[in-house]
């Protein structure tokens, strides 16, 4: 009997432990919808009647908010097909950046919940990375950005950038195409890598690279993606899109993201990731295979 009222308690422990990892950082973390009503965040993720997918964005002019809308974007139709019927994005700008940017990347507004945290607060609860020096005043946050780009505070940075540019044979990230057809449509640059003909169809011409063209990611073709994001919405949009100087002094320049998919049926945490460099977000190609495996 006693080993039994043991066992029980574990079990019991271990349900508690894993809601405890899923809200504790969130519950009362309030944050702004793009029409300006609070959000608890907690209330949010174990609100839904199945699965949520919450992600700690970063500023809107950052790479990796950009690739999370664009992957979210392609991948949200599977997404809801296999049970997430509530998805969130919070970015670490005001409401005009938030949705200049959704419109950048053509992702409906309508089917993600868009919510602003200008000054990172929610991420920094959920503990995300704040990259280099992040609690030093005293030197500048585009210094700090500079550093992390060589992995400084962000161990994962170079092997993601550098894997945009070797590619890989076993790992598919169909996203990218997609992507990059939008930029293109959008007049972005460089515009020669995709044909989109006028019945919507898309030629790739990374498929075309000698004895490269079959891999599931060609070499080279996320790296054009980056440079298109680069060039297109970074920097042509900075002023629109740049944190403003509240959310410079808050450290939000050099902060990190995160994502959680909370599945409210089982009451148990299915998917949870801290973004471990600049380029490093989270893969939904493994989350689409967790949500497989739990259903």
């Not at 790296?223 to 900075?238: C, D, E, H, P, V």
Request: charged share 20%.
């Amino acid at each position: 009997m006693t080993k039994l009222w043991c066992t029980t308690l574990v079990l019991l422990l271990a349900i508690v432990s894993n809601d405890v990892t899923a809200f504790a950082p969130l519950k009362e973390v309030y944050v702004s919808s793009v029409a300006g009503k609070a959000v608890d965040l907690g209330d949010f993720l174990s609100s839904g009647n199945d699965k949520t997918m919450l992600i700690l964005g970063t500023y809107a002019a950052d790479f990796n908010a950009i690739e999370y809308a664009q992957r979210l974007r392609y991948y949200l139709p599977q997404l809801q097909d296999l049970g997430v019927n509530k998805c969130g994005l919070v970015l670490n700008c005001r409401q005009d950046a938030a949705l200049a940017l959704c419109d950048a990347v053509d992702l409906d507004t309508s089917r993600v919940a868009i919510m602003v945290d200008n000054d990172g607060q929610a991420g920094r609860a959920f503990d995300v990375g704040r990259g280099w020096l992040p609690n030093d005043e005293n030197v500048s946050p585009f210094l700090k950005l500079f550093g992390m780009l060589f992995g400084l505070g962000a161990a994962m940075t170079l092997p993601a950038v550098i894997g945009g540019y070797i590619g890989n044979p076993f790992v598919p990230q169909p996203w990218i195409e997609d992507a990059m057809a939008v930029g293109i449509e959008k007049g972005r640059w460089p515009n020669n890598a995709l044909e989109i003909c006028h019945d919507g169809t898309i030629v790739n011409k990374f498929e075309e690279l000698p004895l490269v063209g079959g891999w599931k990611r060609r070499p080279l073709e996320l790296a054009t993606l980056r440079l298109q994001n680069m060039l297109g919405i970074s920097i042509k949009n900075w002023n629109e899109l740049a944190p403003d100087q509240d959310a410079l002094d808050a450290g939000v320049l050099t902060q990190l993201g995160a994502c959680i998919v909370y599945d409210n049926k089982m009451d148990q945490v299915v998917y949870e990731w801290r973004d471990p460099g600049i380029c490093a977000v989270a893969n939904f190609e493994e989350i689409l295979t967790k949500l497989k495996r739990s259903s």
